[in-house]
T-cell receptor, first 113, second 113 residues
Framework: GDSVTQMEGPVTLSEEAFLTINCTYT??????LFWYVQYPGEGLQLLLK?????DKGSNKGFEATYRKETTSFHLEKGSVQVSDSAVYFC????????????FGEGTQLTVNP | EAGVVQSPRYKIIEKKQPVAFWCNPI?????LYWYLQNLGQGPELLIR????????DSQLPKDRFSAERLKGVDSTLKIQPAELGDSAVYLC???????????FGPGTRLTVL
């Protein structure tokens, strides 16, 4: 079945550091890929998405590129801020799974001033 | 535009007691989801509604869990009787249609003692 694997957390960075959170997936065909973010006390919010190979999703300075050859969708940001502290979830929607989202375990990011 | 509303935000009950969670989706959203999020894990789909119809409930433990979406708007998820292992966050999400972006509520954190 479909699955998503995220790098283990938590991740702690200083402000303005470069961020990478790794995400790899297993799915048949061409799934759609997503990054969701969950700020403390809030619901999950869609951060960015990509629906086909080589697409790059971007939002709020975050980027992720859909790499079919490595089945990856790594999240990057060039300069993190304290306000980026949150839990980040990688997710996929398989071709045959309707609207069902399969999530990774989540990665806790803490950015210190 | 108001987001997905859930209540209560927190609930503490003793095992074997019943409990119910309520969700009000974003106005005009036809598709409604209930997810279970265990501590340190990503959400897992319990059930999906298209209007009033439950179209994906394969992951719902039907011996103790039930859900309804009367009139195709608000939804209620019930557990009876609750077990210790049900302690988790229950998330509601909605989308305009089945493949559109899912918007999540803040969740209900259930603790079963």
């Amino acid at each position: 079945g479909d699955s998503v694997t995220q790098m283990e957390g938590p991740v702690t960075l200083s402000e303005e550091a470069f961020l990478t959170i790794n995400c790899t997936y297993t799915a048949t065909g061409y799934p759609s890929l997503f990054w969701y973010v969950q700020y403390p006390g809030e619901g999950l919010q869609l951060l960015l998405k990509a629906t086909k190979a080589d697409d790059k999703g971007s939002n709020k300075g975050f980027e992720a590129t859909y790499r079919k050859e490595t089945t990856s969708f790594h999240l990057e940001k060039g300069s993190v801020q304290v306000s980026d502290s949150a839990v980040y979830f990688c997710a996929l929607r398989g071709e045959t799974s309707g609207s069902r989202l399969t999530f990774g375990e989540g990665t806790q990011l803490t950015v210190n001033p | 535009e108001a987001g997905v509303v859930q209540s209560p935000r927190y609930k503490i009950i003793e095992k074997k007691q019943p409990v119910a969670f309520w969700c009000n989706p974003i106005s005009g959203h036809n598709t409604l989801y209930w997810y279970l999020q265990n501590l340190g894990q990503g959400p897992e789909l319990l059930i999906r509604y298209e209007n009033e119809e439950a179209v994906d409930d394969s992951q719902l433990p039907k011996d103790r869990f039930s859900a309804e979406r009367l009139k195709g708007v608000d939804s209620t998820l019930k557990i009876q009787p609750a077990e210790l292992g049900d302690s988790a966050v229950y998330l509601c999400a909605s989308s305009k249609n089945v493949l559109d972006t899912q918007y999540f509520g803040p969740g209900t954190r259930l603790t079963v003692l």
